[in-house]
């Protein structure tokens, strides 16, 4: 270990939660350089919904490369981007109806919501964006504006401007929410922007997630997300999803929204998209907003991520069929089955989340970090987030076999009795 603690910056954090060298993968499991597995239930942060070392994005990569495939190309045509743009057409946006363009920028999260906020700034004329309480968006200057974390913010080191916060209406789903959240936030909002003077204008965006999984889990109630739709609509205000952590399957469809009946101008997408863990970021652009660019206005030396192409493209395999969402959609309520139980024996814990992403609150950031450690130590990898880190987070890969889900929940439900009763003797 003394290289990195020797060399590697302070800023290092995963490692210090999965404190081991890991030296292989495959699937839903990590093995230690010493030999000993772990179940991954965080699975690069989302990043790996389709597992480690995916043997289909292997074998396709392995084959591009050996056969000279172009590897890095800005935004040049190549055969693996044609095959990817082609395959995300006719599998997600012709049957969605969705006439989307698709822009690549740099090959993170980050990115794609800066570009996003630009083209909104730009297709508007307007300046500011209204974003969500406890929402996570990055961590570059323009995203980082928009995230409501403080420990994030205070970071900067300049003021974050621009972006105006406003209650994240997750409605029942969020018991306890001292901040107003539901469909009086909207209302207060429009009662706002129709008062000449408020001194607040209508916004160029919202920008929101769904499901703010590095938020706490917090899923959106549907009424509230269908009323600002509307509101976007009315004032003149595109409205963007930040489907970068809970898209690409992760609730069971291939957009977490495919099933709250609204349509966003832009969709933010990463993580996931690459299929098998190499970098790459894109965001689908209602065409009267992407009229707004001039070539080269926004770019990115690494927009062409052809690996990424090729990996992508088979992730998008899993969605020619609705094979892999039903056991998405099964596993995702075997978890949640297994974890109500929790919140029956111990008042101060609630389960939230939908599909295969979950969030056991456990009302405290020092309770959520003994469950963590106790989970490691027994061979589970699992993360916190939330408020001060109060929610055990569980994100597993969604080709994780049953019986590693099943094993992984034991160890968590275990971890989360011992910790609660412990605390209550």
Same mark, same amino acid.
């Given at each position: 270990m003394s290289i990195f603690e020797q060399r590697e910056s302070a800023i290092r954090a995963y490692c210090r939660v999965y404190p081991v060298v890991f030296d292989k993968a495959l699937n839903a499991r990590q093995t230690d350089e010493n030999g000993r597995e772990y179940i991954d239930f965080f699975a690069g942060a989302g990043v790996l919904n389709f597992g480690h070392n995916n043997q289909r994005m292997k074998d396709a990569v392995i084959d591009y490369i050996q056969s000279n495939g172009v590897t890095h190309s800005l935004d040049m045509h190549t055969t693996a981007k044609r095959q990817f743009m082609e395959h995300f057409t006719e599998t997600i946006l012709k049957p969605r109806n969705m006439p989307h363009k698709m822009q690549f920028m740099g090959? *993170? =999260?980050t990115n794609a919501v800066e570009a996003a906020m630009k083209l909104a700034r730009r297709a508007t004329g307007r300046q500011d964006i209204v974003a969500f309480s406890h929402g996570f968006h990055g961590m570059t200057l323009g995203a980082l504006s928009a995230t409501a974390n403080q420990y994030f913010r205070n970071a900067a080191g300049v003021p974050l401007t621009h972006v105006k916060h406003f209650p994240f209406g997750c409605g029942e789903t969020c018991p306890g929410c001292e901040l107003g959240c539901g469909k009086d936030s909207i209302n207060q909002m429009r009662a706002i922007y129709a008062d000449s003077s408020s001194g607040i204008a209508p916004p160029a965006a919202f920008l929101l997630e769904t499901i703010q999984a590095e938020g706490g889990? /917090? %899923? #959106?109630d549907k009424d509230w997300l269908l009323a600002l739709a509307k509101l976007a609509k009315d004032v003149g205000a595109l409205l963007i999803v930040d489907d970068i952590q809970v898209g690409v399957g992760r609730t069971g469809s291939f957009f977490s929204f495919d099933d709250l009946g609204i349509e966003p101008d832009i969709i933010c997408l990463a993580k996931g998209i690459g299929g098998l863990g190499t970098p790459m970021a894109m965001n689908l652009v209602k065409p009267e907003y992407d009229k707004h660019w001039s070539p080269g206005e926004h770019t990115g030396t690494f927009r062409g991520q052809d690996i990424s192409f090729v990996a992508g493209d088979q992730a998008l395999s899993y969605f020619d069929d609705d094979e892999l969402m039903? *056991? %998405? /959609? /099964?596993? =995702? #309520?075997?978890?949640?089955? #297994?974890l109500r139980p929790l919140a029956d024996r111990h008042p101060q814990v609630n389960v939230t989340g939908k =599909?295969?992403?979950l969030g056991l609150d456990v009302g405290s950031g020092e309770r959520a970090k003994k469950i963590v450690d106790q989970c490691f130590d027994s061979g589970l990898m699992i993360a916190s987030c939330g408020t001060g880190g109060r929610v055990v987070k569980l994100i597993p890969p969604l080709t994780t076999p049953k019986a590693d889900l099943e094993e992984g929940l034991d160890i968590l439900i275990k971890a989360t009795d011992n910790v609660m009763m412990q605390e209550a003797a």
């Open positions: 090959p *993170t =999260g889990v /917090k %899923v #959106a039903q *056991t %998405v /959609k /099964k596993h =995702g #309520a075997m978890m949640n089955d #297994a =599909g295969m992403i």
